[in-house]
């Protein structure tokens, strides 16, 4: 049966979630409050991990369902939208974070490495460790290429019907006997059978009433000029995404979009408010970041290619939330992604579309560290 479907934010999981409904048959709309692949959310640039290697067996566990549908988006679009680069992790032998890492993938069964430094560097040229380091190493993780993924799973959800409203913003939300009405910032009322809230760092303006436990923070990537002799080891088919899990330093090998190398740190910034924010850069940031890479990674440049501001939407212990508004049972809330999320949003978003028709939680995602915990619930 063919359901009346809104889906509110269109950044990495509403995107998902809008092509799963197209897709299915249903009338579809995707409100966003920006343009499409704006910058002022979580999902846009060049690049996020991909990875089965957590230290939570749980969220190497969800990864063996969101894997299949990277690469069937990849197929569906004939796009490398997803590119397999290897990943490694590596932190002083004995590192809880590290070992916790080898036995979650140990026991997902997912194939892996683990390398002395001496032997990590050489298969992987472009790196410095220090002697006390071990590497662990998988195969099945790269990066998705975030930014160009939003706009194809636009395209694909305007392709097969969805109606979308780019630059509209969802003021009001509310569940009646009659349906759920989604009221705009230009006055529109529309009413519909299901809707899913995956709004990010916004999310909490939507429900200002039940104290969402999110925190928006700013978070800066860089990329790291390489000098000429470099390049050729800092492609992703010689380089694979790193994670240094006794600092949370990570990084990318070259892209193919910008210059250098990608480096950040998966720390929380700074609080912020993300519609009164501004996203300019910092350069003490950028010197953090290149004193890293330099440490880090051979023929590094010291110059700042490209810089930019992303937001996190934080909640205590980095679960996302997954649940139903406290109190109604047709509204869905997505968001937390806590800075690793985008890995999963294909997940979120399909799992969204289920419940949308099923009312169920499928997957991992059934798991109750995904409900909302509220005083008042
Ligand atoms: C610097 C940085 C690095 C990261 N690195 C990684 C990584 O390596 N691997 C990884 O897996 N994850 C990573 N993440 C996390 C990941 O990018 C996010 O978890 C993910 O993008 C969140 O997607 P989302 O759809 O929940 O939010 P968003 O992409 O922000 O989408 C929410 C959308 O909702 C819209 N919206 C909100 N409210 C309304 C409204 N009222 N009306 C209409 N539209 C509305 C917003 O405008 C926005 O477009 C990183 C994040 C950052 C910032």
Redesign the pocket.
Known sequence: MSMNIAV????????AALRFLADAGHKVTG????EIG?K??????N????RYAYPDPLYTNLMTAAFPLWESLCEKTGRDLMVKCGGITFAPGGHPELDATIAALSSAGVAHTVMSSADAMQRFPAFRFSDDEVVVFHADAG??R?GEI?EAQVELARDTGAEIRAG????DVGETQAGVVVKTACGDVSSYDKVII??????P??FPQIGLPLTVTR???TYVGLEDAAKHLCAPDRMPVWIDASTYW?GFPTDGRLDGVKI?R?QMGDVVDPVMDDRSVRGSDDDAAVRVAEKRIGGTTGSVVHSEV????NTPNEDFIFDTAPGWNNVLL??G?????????VL?GKVAADWATSGEFCHGLADDRFRLRLPSV
């Open positions: 509110i934010g269109l950044g990495g999981t509403g995107s409100y966003e409050r920006f704006h002022r959310g979580s999902s846009h640039g690049s996020r991990i991909i990066f998705l975030s939003v509209v913003e969802v003021v995956a709004g990010g760092a916004y999310l303006m939507l978070q800066q990537i990570y950040a998966h992303c937001l996190y939407t997505v968001s992604c806590s800075g690793h999320g985008f890995k999963f949003t979120l």
